[in-house]
């Protein structure tokens, strides 16, 4: 008896020996298969925060065009474009931008903007404008901004926005 019970230990021990092996390669392609999971996890976050920040700054830009009244002239006519420098078929290239932070951006070439003149030289205001139709004309122009770090893999974003300047009869 005791000869038969030694024999079948003796055959079980490498039994065992396959059976972790086979866990311990189960563990690891588990542990591999999560580790490129978050990896792709982290790449998409990383892809959402460069998005969010490319549209942050060309809506930064937009903004501070629109809310400074010298980058909008009333000069020119249909088609009439003034762009920050370096900017090709422009009429000018002297569009100011008073934020510091983004002239820094616009000097490097992340942003970029336009501004075009549209419609006809002047026509009378919308009614939801809430002024007398005879005291003011309006000139409409179209603002694009473009924040572009593509090449840095950190987003690239445009945006075009309508701006309608009231302009006094004299």
Do not use: H, W
């Not at 903004?63 to 009333?74: G, H, K, L």
């Amino acid at each position: 008896m005791n000869f038969r019970s030694s024999n079948l230990r003796a055959s079980q021990r490498g039994t065992v020996l396959v059976v972790t092996m086979l866990f311990l390669i189960a563990i690891s392609m588990l542990a591999v298969s999560s580790m490129q999971s978050s990896n792709i996890g982290l790449y998409m976050a990383q892809n959402e925060e460069s998005r969010i920040a490319a549209a942050q700054g060309a809506q930064a830009l937009a903004d501070a065009i629109v809310s400074n009244p010298a980058a909008t002239p009333v000069v020119g006519g249909n088609g009439f474009t003034i762009c920050t420098p370096g900017e090709a078929n422009c009429d000018r290239s002297d569009l100011i931008v008073t934020n510091s932070i983004l002239a820094t951006s616009v000097a490097s070439g992340y942003i970029t903007a336009r501004v075009r003149r549209e419609g006809p030289l002047f026509r009378p205001p919308p009614r939801t404008v809430e002024s007398s139709i005879d005291k003011f004309n309006s000139a409409s122009f179209e603002v694009i901004t473009t924040y572009d770090r593509s090449a840095e893999q950190l987003g690239r974003q445009r945006i075009t926005e309508g701006v309608l300047v009231l302009v006094p009869n004299f």
